[in-house]
Each structure stands twice: as structure tokens, then as C-alpha cells.
Nanobody, 123 residues
Framework: QVQLVESGGGLVQAGGSLRLSCAAS????????MGWFRQAPGKEREFVAA????????RYADSVKGRFTISRNNAKNTVYLQMNSLKPEDTAVYYC????????????????WGQGTQVTVSS
């Protein structure tokens, strides 16, 4: 069993940066690919970024490519999402996910989810 707790969300002006963290409990954290998803009001949850268990493979949604960076520190059981050049359309609740065998965009492939952290980007 893995439990995920996100932190680092907040209010930022357009063009600014935020770094989200996701702390995982459980001994098997390093065995899994991890991901970040987001959900804006009235919209479906959408894929943002994912990283393989080793950190050697990553993938991003086109909308965030070049602006966001996912990384992980298996010694600290933590995955990060560095968000730069934020835009108002990045406003959403951001969810950490884990438990997938590979870095996939599919929500159904992830077994574990955090409670979410709010990111609000003002124009």
C-alpha cells in the first residue's frame, strides 16, 4: 500500500513558478512509475506528466512541455513537479498518482492517488 500527500500549491501570478511535491509512504515507492494529473472546475482530470521508477524516462502533456519538469528522489520517497512560466489555464487541482508499471497518461493505470493541491494562476 502506498499513500501520497501533495504539497506546494498556491496562488501565483502568470509567468511565475511553483514546485509541487508528493511524499509517498510505503516501502515499494521506488518500484512504481509516478504521475501528475490536474482537474479544473467543470473539466475532466487530465494528464500532466509522468516518470518511470528510475527517473530515466519521462513524458509530458503537450500543453506543459518545455515549462514543467517532473523528477523524483527515491531515497526521499518524493516526486516533484517544477512548474515554470505558469499560465492562467494551468489553474487546477493537481493530483499525484502512483502504482503504475510505466509512465502512462492513463488514469486507470495508477492505483494510488493523493488528495490534491490547488494551483491558482492569476492573470
Amino acid at each position: 500500500q502506498v499513500q501520497l500527500v501533495e504539497s506546494g500549491g498556491g496562488l501565483v501570478q502568470a509567468g511565475g513558478s511553483l514546485r509541487l511535491s508528493c511524499a509517498a509512504s510505503g516501502r515499494t515507492f521506488s518500484n512504481y512509475a509516478m504521475g501528475w494529473f490536474r482537474q479544473a472546475p467543470g473539466k475532466e482530470r487530465e494528464f500532466v506528466a509522468a516518470i518511470s521508477w528510475s527517473g530515466g524516462s519521462t513524458r509530458y502533456a503537450d500543453s506543459v512541455k518545455g515549462r514543467f519538469t517532473i523528477s523524483r528522489n527515491n531515497a526521499k520517497n518524493t516526486v516533484y513537479l517544477q512548474m515554470n512560466s505558469l499560465k492562467p489555464e494551468d489553474t487546477a487541482v493537481y493530483y499525484c498518482s502512483g502504482g503504475s508499471s510505466y509512465p502512462t497518461v492513463l488514469t486507470r493505470q495508477y492505483n494510488y492517488w493523493g488528495q490534491g493541491t490547488q494551483v491558482t494562476v492569476s492573470s
